[in-house]
């Protein structure tokens, strides 16, 4: 996807007037633990949440100095949400907002081609508190100093204007108050966001003590896969050493999706999926000389994985990030350049209009950003995030990434790494290899067996022993709660309370082991993959797992690039 944000930024329609956000005024102030402090307001029913009985509040955490991350905070539906799980959602990116995750995936509603919110009936508040958080700062509604400004479209940069009137030429791109993009009002490394990250849940939890229960889950996806490992085992060594003021926080489960976690094994996973030994939708896109270039990029001497061997064994910031951009562009990237597929979904053209993004124009009107308490208008994808993460090549590090999985293990929390098989980006094959690595206790001698949900229809596969599993969603991209939106909440369900991913009837402990093959054998086959650009105003039917036809002709748009592991 290469930036969904910026289809919606080019598409933006000129306004005359009130191109920028007026600070709120209404906010209530806290202090969470550790005397962090919290704005907040509660959000009018409508405002996403259309269930009048359940409560939504949004605001941010001042983490540090002009660093102040957004959330966005919802009671769990149907049940006493102040005896029901808290569970926090983060997309990844770097820099992508878990906006993502909340309007595209899981949260309690969408926003469809008419600007319209729909409820979501998979929402994962059906099962649990979740609260959706934007960071590091700069990404999302987060914010560092809100300033007048414009994004270059060509570069995806912050023009900063001197003040709040928007010129002529810039009116018909993107004029309103965006984050001042100064890289050290930000994290640039994943070790770096975790402490920031905490204070924001230590902010969080004493301001809404009502909803921090003693323990807590943590779902995230894609460059989550960097995030949640260290992220939680950071936690985890906060706990041991608790500071005065701080609260313990009892971490349960990690759900990881679509995970990137090892850059070695996830970049020669990009050949795996398109040449050997293949998807499972029975279309091997590359001829023999594509599928050797790919080969020889990855490695022949001095390529791709000789760098990112260099990575790991000299770890400078320079080696790791000429590594990760050797790789992206001469691997990961050989896939747009020859068969513009979506990395997100292979089974679709790009532009690929699922999951939809109308949401994003939602979240850049006046009455939206007022109900939120916004300071800033909305991006998808933050650039300045982006560009600082690459200075330390993070992406190309494994960062403790698998190691902190077994160290989570070994502390007694879940850990479940979930994957659409439709994904190129992280695909399966390669978080399946991730898994093995991680050597959980008992998994080695594990096998697969069908996931059993209430529609009768097997969506995927799991291969889990004790508290560990590596789940195989079927015909789903990336972000699996929107293609597959009844295993994903079925799935979260059940880890969360401790019982077995395949049916939700088992406690997962430590004797409890999948009986089945070692290979998840199923195969799709090519009829869902798309040979044309699907129209941008088309639905998805989760049913066939196809777009719904749409009756009209479609046009293309232009696409700016960035890459972004959303
Ligand atoms: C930013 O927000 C303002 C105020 O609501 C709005 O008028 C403007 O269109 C938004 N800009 C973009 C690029 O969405
Ligand atoms: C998509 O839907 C919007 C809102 O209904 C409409 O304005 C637009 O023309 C549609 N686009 C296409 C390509 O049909
Ligand atoms: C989730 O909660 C909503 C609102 O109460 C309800 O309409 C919906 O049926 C629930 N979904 C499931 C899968 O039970
Ligand atoms: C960026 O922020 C730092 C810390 O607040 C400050 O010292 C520095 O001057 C800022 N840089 C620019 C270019 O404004
Ligand atoms: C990926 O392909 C390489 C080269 O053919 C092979 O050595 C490796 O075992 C494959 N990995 C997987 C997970 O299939
Ligand atoms: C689609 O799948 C069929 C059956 O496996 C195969 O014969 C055909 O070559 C595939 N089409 C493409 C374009 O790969
Ligand atoms: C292989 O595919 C590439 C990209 O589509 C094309 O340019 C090239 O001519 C093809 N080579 C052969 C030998 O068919
Ligand atoms: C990354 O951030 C850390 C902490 O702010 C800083 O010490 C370091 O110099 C930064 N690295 C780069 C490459 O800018
Ligand atoms: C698992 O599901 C597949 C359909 O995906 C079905 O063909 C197979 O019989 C199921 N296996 C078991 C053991 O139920
Ligand atoms: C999905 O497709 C099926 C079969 O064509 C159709 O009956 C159903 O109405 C569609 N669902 C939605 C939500 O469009």
């Known amino acids: 996807m290469r930036s969904i944000s910026w289809i919606t930024l080019l598409g933006a329609i000129p306004t005359i007037k009130a191109q920028f956000v007026p600070a709120p005024t209404d906010l209530i102030e806290k202090k969470g633990y550790l005397d962090i402090p919290v704005r907040y307001k509660e959000v009018p029913t409508g405002i996403c949440e259309t269930d009048p009985n359940t409560k939504s509040f949004s605001g941010y955490v001042d983490v540090a100095e002009d660093q102040h991350l957004f959330f966005w905070f919802f009671e769990a539906r149907n049940q006493n949400p102040e005896t029901a799980p808290l569970t926090v959602w983060i997309n990844g990116g770097p820099g992508s907002s878990s906006m993502i995750g909340l309007f595209q995936e899981n949260g309690p509603c969408g926003v469809d081609s008419d600007g319209n919110v729909y409820s979501n009936p998979y929402s994962w508040n059906n099962a649990s508190n979740m609260i ?12 560092s100093i809100p300033v007048p400004g414009y994004i270059d479209p060509s570069t995806g940069d912050l023009i ?11 009116a018909d791109l993107s004029c309103g108050t965006y984050p001042y993009g100064n890289a050290s009002l ?52 906060q706990n041991k050493c608790l500071q005065q003021g701080a609260k313990k926080i009892s971490l349960e489960s990690v759900l990881i999706g679509n995970g990137w976690y090892d850059p070695i094994v996830q970049y020669a996973a990009y050949y795996n999926f398109t040449v050997s030994p293949g998807n499972t939708y029975d279309y091997l896109p590359f001829n023999d000389s594509i599928a050797s270039l790919l080969y020889n990029n990855l490695w022949g001497p001095g390529n791709c994985i000789d760098q990112l061997n260099d990575c790991a064994a000299r770890g400078t910031d320079e080696i790791c990030s000429i590594a990760d951009n050797f790789c992206a562009n001469h691997v990961e990237n050989i896939y747009d350049i020859y068969l513009g597929r979506d990395e997100y979904d292979f089974r679709e053209l790009t532009p690929d209009p699922f999951p939809y993004e109308f949401y994003v124009d ?15 208008n909305f991006t998808e ?154 129209d941008p105003n088309a639905t998805y039917n989760t049913t066939t797992n196809e777009p719904n036809p749409v009756a009209r002709s479609m046009k293309r748009s232009a696409q700016h690039a960035r890459r972004f592991k959303p």
């Open 362 to 376: 939602y979240l850049n009107t006046p009455e939206v950003q007022a109900a939120i308490g916004a300071y800033v």
């Open 381 to 534: 994808g933050s650039e300045s995030v982006g560009n600082a993460f690459a200075t330390t090549g993070d992406d190309g590090r494994i960062a403790n990434t698998v190691e902190d999985l077994g160290k989570l293990l070994a502390q007694g929390v879940s850990v479940v790494m979930y994957t659409g098989d439709a994904d190129y980006n992280c695909n399966w094959l390669g978080g399946q290899e991730v898994a093995s690595m991680v050597d959980a206790p008992g998994y080695s001698n594990a096998g697969y067996v069908n996931i059993t949900t209430d529609d009768g229809v097997v969506h995927g596969q799991v291969r889990q022993a004790g508290k560990f599993a590596f789940v195989r969603i079927y015909e789903s991209g990336h972000e699996v709660p929107f293609y597959q939106p009844v295993v994903a909440l079925s799935m979260f369900e059940r880890v969360i309370n401790g019982y077995d991913v395949a049916t939700g009837k088992v406690k997962a402990n430590s004797k409890y082991k999948t009986v089945g093959p070692a290979e998840s054998t199923y195969r799709e086959g090519n009829s869902t993959i798309q040979w044309d650009v699907v």
């Open 186 to 237: 930000t994290a640039n490394s994943t070790a770096n966001a975790a402490p920031y990250f905490y204070r924001a849940l230590q902010g969080f939890m004493g301001a809404f003590p009502q909803y921090s229960r003693e323990s807590f889950h943590f779902t995230t996806e894609s460059y989550g896969g960097h995030y949640g490992p260290v992220f939680n085992e950071y936690i985890e060594e």
């Open 132 to 143: 959706y958080i934007d960071q590091p700062t700069q990404v999302g509604l987060s914010y």
């Open 160 to 170: 900063v204007l001197p003040s709040n009137t928007c010129p002529d030429y810039a």
